[in-house]
């Protein structure tokens, strides 16, 4: 499975962005889709997924409310809607996808995209 992450850039606070992750390859054995993010210096942290049959979505306390996780079937595409965008919010995203139940683990999931940088100024 290829995955290509797309739609960073720079951003003033309160402003919007919304990510694209498109997958490709064997993707009938992928399960779930999930947006990570690394800030300098700092480790890489879980954002939101999605399961990719029932459309059931999860997102971490510090974006619930301002971020919303999708996805378009036919596209194979996943998509992270980002508003109300906070300096905090600076980092490069990342979309990762597994073949079952993960969800907070990097370690979980097999296939990475090549990350899109996201920066909020204030």
């Known amino acids: 499975v290829q995955l290509q992450a797309c739609g960073g850039g720079l951003v003033q606070t309160g402003g919007s962005l919304r990510l694209s992750c498109a997958a490709s390859g064997r993707t009938s054995g992928v399960y779930t889709i999930a947006w990570f993010r690394q800030a300098p210096g700092k480790e890489r942290e879980f954002v939101a997924a999605i399961r990719w049959i029932g459309a059931v979505t999860y997102h971490s306390d510090s974006v619930k409310g301002r971020f919303t996780i999708s996805r378009d079937n036919a596209k194979f595409t996943a998509y992270l809607q980002m508003n109300s965008l906070k300096p905090e919010d600076t980092a490069v995203y990342y979309c990762?996808?597994?073949?079952?139940?993960?969800?907070?683990?990097?370690?979980?999931?097999?296939?990475w995209g090549q990350g899109t940088q996201v920066t909020v100024s204030s």
């Open positions: 990762a996808a597994s073949s079952d139940y993960a969800l907070l683990v990097t370690d979980d999931y097999r296939y």
